[in-house]
């Protein structure tokens, strides 16, 4: 979880099993500022839904279909805020 080459980052093998996800959960959802992805691994759903303050986009999602939906909110001009 940190931008530099392995050399450099050092490890603290005592520590390092509180990063693991097991067992993987049906979905993840990293929400911070950068934009939509949407991605699946070995059956997890991994997404950002993106920014929402910035371009009105969001994601939903469907826990019985297992169905992530991405949506946006049309910004209507001369709208009151």
């Known amino acids: 979880l940190a931008p530099v080459p392995m050399t450099v980052r050092p490890i603290c093998w005592d520590l390092d099993h509180t990063l693991r996800l097991y067992p993987l959960p049906d979905v993840i959802v990293l929400a911070d500022r950068n934009s939509q992805f949407l991605t699946e691994y ?3 759903v991994c997404m950002n839904p993106g920014s929402f303050g910035v371009d009105y986009c969001f994601a939903a999602y469907y826990p019985s279909s297992r169905e992530p ?3 946006c909110i049309e910004d209507k001009e001369g709208a009151d805020a």
């Open 42 to 44: 070995e059956g997890c």
């Open 69 to 71: 939906t991405f949506c």
